[in-house]
């Protein structure tokens, strides 16, 4: 069996999903018994970024060069990966369930005309088959899906489900060059703004503090950006804050904007809509504060705080500062 991984590449090195799908693909790999990982790896590499893709799982490195894929553009991204699973013919290829993956798997699948399960956190392989555990109904459940005949199977996976594997400088891999056909795109990235400093996306991140409806305005996020300046947090928000003006769609967390898997959710002023906790109920540690005692999100907070945010949360922030100077 041999199992693909669509690296997702940041200033030409691997961001933490690719490293979780490496470490996922081999297990698989090495459950079935004879197979091996292939990492897909579109655009340029950093110096010694194929060593350390190595060492954490790959054994081979099909790597798709050119000019077009500087930047993340769906149609060039597309027309790379297609060429690369055509050329290695691996049995699944796994995408991370980013805002990118998201965009780009269903479009590789349709060209190669196969199934695709999406926001895995799961895999099982026996008697040849795979299958994949992903959540439903908002996460309240979990199913089992499997794949038609058609090869490969394609699956994006939900960020934070897996550990890395320890670097092993015992392991290498070949680097193979992959050529990129001749595509002419209809749209082109020229550039990325920055948002937020330097916090880790949504879906990478460890912490992450939400703040809701009850901010009452995007002046007051400064008390949630004070705490994850000390947490080392990302900065979330529900969509009531997102549709007021009050933050950018880019921190919106729910079923209309991102779904995370960190291990501490902070949701602040947010009274726990089933389209917000469809983004986030599988938080390993969810901790609620709402002066509304009977707000739905204490039902699935680990650690509930009934209180006044404007309160609570500078009181957190100090007693943290003390704690990570101690």
């Known amino acids: 069996m041999m199992v693909s991984v669509v690296a997702e590449l940041k200033d030409g090195a691997a961001r933490k999903i690719t490293l979780e799908m490496l470490a996922e693909a081999r297990r698989l790999a090495d459950a079935s018994g004879s197979g091996s990982v292939a990492l897909i790896a ?120 897996f550990t890395p594997l320890p670097p092993d400088a015992s392991r290498k891999a070949a680097v193979e060059k992959v050529p990129l056909p001749p595509i002419t795109p209809r749209a082109r990235v020229v550039g990325f703004e920055k948002s937020e400093g330097e916090m880790l996306d949504l879906t990478e991140a460890n912490i992450i503090v939400s703040g809701g409806r009850a901010m009452q305005g995007p002046e007051n996020f400064e008390i949630l950006r004070k705490l994850c300046k000390v947490l080392g947090a990302t900065l979330g928000a529900s969509r009531a804050a997102v549709d007021a003006g009050w933050i950018d769609h880019s921190h919106q967390v729910g079923q209309t904007g991102k779904v995370v898997n960190p291990t501490v959710y902070f949701a602040v002023g947010i009274s726990g809509a089933i389209q917000h906790l469809a983004g986030m109920s599988s938080s390993r540690t969810i901790v609620a504060i709402n002066k509304d005692k009977d707000a739905p999100i204490f039902k699935i907070a680990s650690y509930g705080i009934v209180g006044d945010l404007y309160q609570v949360v500078p009181a957190l922030t100090e007693e943290f500062q003390k704690a990570l100077q101690e």
Not at 77 to 92: C, G, I, L, N, T
Not at 121 to 130: I, Q, S, V, Y
């Open 42 to 161: 579109p655009g340029a590499l950093a110096a010694g970024e194929a060593e350390r893709l190595a060492s954490q799982g790959a054994d081979r490195i099909l790597h798709v060069e050119g000019e077009s894929l500087q930047g993340y553009a769906t149609e060039v991204y597309a027309a790379a990966v297609q060429a690369a699973v055509e050329a290695s013919k691996p049995d699944a290829v796994f995408f991370g369930a980013t805002s990118q993956g998201k965009d780009l798997a269903p479009r590789v699948a349709g060209r190669l005309r196969v199934g695709l399960a999406s926001d895995c956190t799961g895999f099982e392989w026996r008697d040849g088959e795979l299958t994949a555990r992903r959540p439903i109904f908002a996460g309240k459940a979990f199913g089992r899906v499997a794949w038609s005949q058609a090869r490969p199977r394609l699956a994006t996976v939900r960020p934070n489900t």
